[in-house]
T-cell receptor, first 113, second 112 residues
Framework: SQQGEEDPQALSIQEGENATMNCSYKTSINNLQWYRQNSGRGLVHLILIRSNEREKHSGRLRVTLDTSKKSSSLLITASRAADTASYFC?????????????FGKGTLLTVNP | SAVISQKPSRDICQRGTSLTIQCQVDSQVTMMFWYRQQPGQSLTLIATANQGSEATYESGFVIDKFPISRPNLTFSTLTVSNMSPEDSSIYLCSSGGAGELFFGEGSRLTVL
């Protein structure tokens, strides 16, 4: 069953603006990851944040994790048209018998030039 | 990192037929996974492909409908059997473990 829920479902911004996407989940996790998918193709891993971390940066990406609220946010700064894609959060559920990820429904980000 | 190749990249199939999707990884990996992404939806894990033993299926997915092979540590196949229009989806192969997953480009199936 899906654990993560992203919001908003869709986000449209102008190039140069920042984009913030949120993810909420239900159960305890080992880590939370963000992936990007261009137009129905394969997913690309963006960043992983562990349950004992609160914030992580990678280039123009900033991820926060609040385990007390069971939520995470992905911030893309200075967006570009090439950032247009769907963004998914995925959780690695603690205590699972096999390693597997549960994906949220995704946020469709459109960056207008 | 792992590079994952899938084929076919897309296909149009007739109702009642079966199609096998191949997944090749450029290095030996322990765990391989098959996901389904229905139109406009998120990814749902179908099964974990285990080398040398039967695949482990998630709730709602059965071996008769989605038989999986894993003959070695770099290759797996997923067959979608007796297809119906509801099986129209993108099927994604992935690999990884205890960290990020690497995905193939997906196989987009349309069932008429």
């Amino acid at each position: 069953s899906q654990q993560g829920e992203e919001d908003p479902q869709a986000l449209s911004i102008q190039e140069g603006e920042n984009a913030t996407m949120n993810c909420s989940y239900k159960t305890s996790i080992n880590n939370l990851q963000w992936y990007r998918q261009n137009s129905g193709r394969g997913l690309v891993h963006l960043i992983l944040i562990r349950s004992n971390e609160r914030e992580k940066h990678s280039g123009r990406l900033r991820v926060t994790l609040d385990t007390s609220k069971k939520s995470s946010s992905l911030l893309i700064t200075a967006s570009r048209a090439a950032d247009t894609a769907s963004y998914f959060c995925a959780t690695d559920v603690r205590g699972g018998s096999n390693y597997k990820l549960s994906f949220g429904k995704g946020t469709l980000l459109t960056v207008n030039p | 990192s792992a590079v994952i190749s899938q084929k076919p990249s897309r296909d149009i199939c007739q109702r009642g037929t079966s199609l096998t999707i191949q997944c090749q990884v450029d290095s030996q990996v322990t765990m391989m996974f098959w996901y389904r992404q229905q139109p406009g939806q998120s990814l749902t894990l179908i099964a974990t492909a285990n080398q040398g033993s039967e695949a482990t299926y998630e709730s709602g997915f059965v071996i008769d409908k989605f038989p999986i092979s894993r003959p070695n540590l770099t290759f797996s196949t997923l067959t979608v059997s007796n297809m119906s229009p509801e099986d129209s989806s993108i099927y994604l192969c992935s690999s990884g473990g205890a960290g990020e997953l690497f995905f193939g480009e997906g196989s987009r199936l349309t069932v008429l």
